[in-house]
């Protein structure tokens, strides 16, 4: 991943950061952003590849049953392994929990890169 560079994009929005007319990153903030951006890809969203994506819609309901929750996290797990630049994630591995007024998870996991730097993962989707 260390030639490996992509448009960073801002944290909150998803949107191009143009700050400054724009800026590339490099290294672990790439490989972060690569894996924020599959975590919030829905199945069948990326036109390009219909297979690619977490099935969010299928478990867009009030109250997520645990063993329901446990899928999430094999999910997820795949796509964190799927990240370029990830090599392999620490044990425990991922961890997601489910906010029921906000719907939204949270996955916190420790993630290795091709450069064997540690990645701390804590996204909220």
């Not at 094999?74 to 906010?99: C, D, H, M, Q």
Request: proline content about 5%; aromatic content about 6%.
């Amino acid at each position: 991943m260390a030639g490996e560079r992509d448009m960073l994009l801002d944290p909150d929005t998803g949107d191009l950061d143009l700050a400054n007319g724009g800026t590339y990153t490099t290294g672990e903030v790439a490989i972060r952003q690569e894996l924020v951006i599959r975590y919030r890809t829905f199945l069948g969203e990326y036109f390009l590849d219909d297979t690619r994506g977490v099935p969010w819609l299928t478990w867009a309901t009030s109250k997520m049953p645990p063993a329901t929750l446990r899928q999430v996290e094999a999910l997820l797990l795949a796509e964190t392994l799927a990240t370029k630049g990830i090599v392999r994630v620490e044990p425990p591995g991922l961890s997601a929990t489910f906010n029921v007024s906000t719907k939204t998870v949270t996955v916190v996991g420790t993630a290795v890169t091709d450069e064997d730097l540690l990645l701390l993962i804590d996204v909220e989707i």
